[in-house]
Structures are given as C-alpha cells and as structure tokens.
C-alpha cells in the first residue's frame, strides 16, 4: 500500500497564508493524481485542487487565484500554498493519490491536517 502523510495545517489569520505538504511513501509505486480534498463541519468533502502526473492542474472555484498546487514527482510530494485565507477555508485537508502498486491500482487518503482561519 501508499501512505500518505500531511503536515503544513495550523491556525492563521484571515488574509495570512499556510502550505500544506504530503509525502507518499511505499514500495514499487507509481502515482497518478495527487489533490488535495477538505470537510468542514457539517459538510462533504469537497475537492480543493488536483495535480496528474503530467502536471496538469485543476481548482475548485472557490479557491482558484488563492491556492496553488505543486509537485516534486522525484520526492513523491504535493504541496498545497494558500494565499488570502479566509475563515470559509477552515476545515480538515487531505490529501489523495491513486496510480499503481507494480500491476494493482491504489487509491490513498492521509489522515487530515486541521486549517482554521480566524476572522
């Protein structure tokens, strides 16, 4: 299996920025997508920005001209840079990946890094 490690999440400001980092680790894999997904409370999880691995990139709407995803393929890392955080960016980030394990397909979730943004 792949696992995925978040790290980056914190309390901040409204107006101040955070970046989120995920590192995915495991033997004899091949990553896809890498994105990054939140639930705030009381709602789904919705998709914030995705990343393939041929660097094309996909926003929410919600979040497009603030937030910008990157990728280091060689370091098996997604960052998520967040800019003009506003308090409806609060919620729970986490990060996903698919690909292959050799021949198998996986499909990983971290285990979530906690953003709140105070007003």
């Not at 926003?59 to 890392?77: H, L, M, Q």
């Amino acid at each position: 299996q792949v696992q995925l490690v978040e790290s980056g999440g914190g309390l901040v400001q409204a107006g101040g920025s955070l970046r989120l980092s995920c590192v995915a680790s495991g033997r004899l894999f091949r990553i896809n997508d890498m994105g990054w997904y939140r639930q705030a409370p009381g709602k789904q999880r919705e998709l914030v920005a995705i990343t393939s691995s041929a660097g094309t990139t996909n926003y929410a709407d919600s979040v497009k001209g603030r937030f910008t995803i990157s990728r280091d393929n060689a370091k098996n890392t997604v960052y998520l840079e967040m800019n003009t955080l506003t308090p409806e960016d609060t919620a729970v980030y986490y990060c996903h990946a698919d690909g292959k394990v050799t021949l198998f397909p996986f499909d990983s979730w971290g285990q979530g890094t906690q953003v709140t943004v105070s007003s």
